[in-house]
């Protein structure tokens, strides 16, 4: 049996600083203070006005080709995890594949909000494993929300980013992919989001006048402690299913690094607290680049094998998000 493995990361975060200061005049000029504190954002990044979400894409791509010694030709496909995508219909990663010149990749969309990345890696891993004639997979997670933001807006204009991070999934002849569960609480699917664009509310130009233009909002509440509430049992619920693969009983310690949805460091320390894991087994990048979405997990890897702080040979490296609707995925891999 063919197995799969994680062989390289990449990540790209835009030139474009914003810091929580530039918030000052519109928001007030305690808007750092509180963001520091109660979510661990300094600043983010922001695209260009000539870039799009498929060029962040593509450099991030790049970066995960080039460190795995690979040309974009050796892509078998080509998954980019989203939902900023360039367009409503085609897909952004078709259009990857044009501007990498992988000529030989297929490629589609996966939308599941911030837990996309999760989702797309587990799809890659059940590819390389059933399909003897794909071995290279680029699994990207791309985040343009600064194009989808209410400047005025200050739960959306301070928090949001953008950037893209990137593996690439490979054969390997032992287990690298040990397993991955997924989860929904679809009553919150009107909560946040863009409800502008899509079937529900075409950009027509009536729907434009009366609904405003496409850009994230906070329609209703959803509970502020949701991710320190389900983040544990989902990762008690993923290492009960690995520990067949694995050949032994697995627990939150046998964890050796942990990497979440970035929107909210406090969020990602009680979690670990909750766990009975140090601090020192995660990684976060918010405070340096705000809330990139589905890109934030991968960028987050990148950041720390680029650190020298990620996975190393025989680690467990595990991956936990959710994200609006709300979705919720875990996986967890063994670093070969």
Known sequence: ?????????????????????????RFGATVDDWLVEHIGIRERRFMAKDQVTSDLAVAAGRMALAQAGLEPAALDRII??????????????VVVQAKLGAHRAGGFDVNSACAGWVIALDLA???VIT?????????????????????NDKKTATLFADGAGAVIVGGSATPGWLATVTAAAGEYHDALGIYT????????AENLAHYGPPVVQFMRPFPATFNTEQWPPLIEQLLAKASTRFGTRLSPDDVDHYYFTQVNLRTIEA?????????????????????TGSACIP??????VA????????????????????SLAASLWQWR
Request: charged share 15%; net charge negative.
């Open 1 to 25: 049996m063919r197995h799969a493995r994680i062989i390289s990361t990449g990540h790209y975060v835009p030139e474009r600083v914003v810091t929580n200061a530039e918030f000052a005049p």
């Open 125 to 127: 891993a059940r590819i």
């Open 197 to 204: 664009g899509g079937a529900f509310h075409p950009a027509t």
């Open 299 to 304: 960028m987050a890897l990148a950041d720390a």
């Open 131 to 151: 399909e003897p004639d794909e071995s290279l997979i680029l699994v990207i997670g791309a985040y343009a929300m600064s194009r989808f933001l209410d400047g």
């Open 80 to 93: 980019v995890a989203t939902d900023t995508p360039d367009y409503v219909s085609p897909a952004t990663a």
């Open 307 to 326: 650190q020298g702080r990620g996975p190393t040979p025989g680690s467990l490296a595990l991956f936990c998000a959710s994200g609006g609707g709300i």
């Open 271 to 291: 979690t670990m607290a909750a766990l009975g894991q140090p601090l020192a087994k995660t990684h976060w990048i918010m405070d340096r680049y705000g809330y």
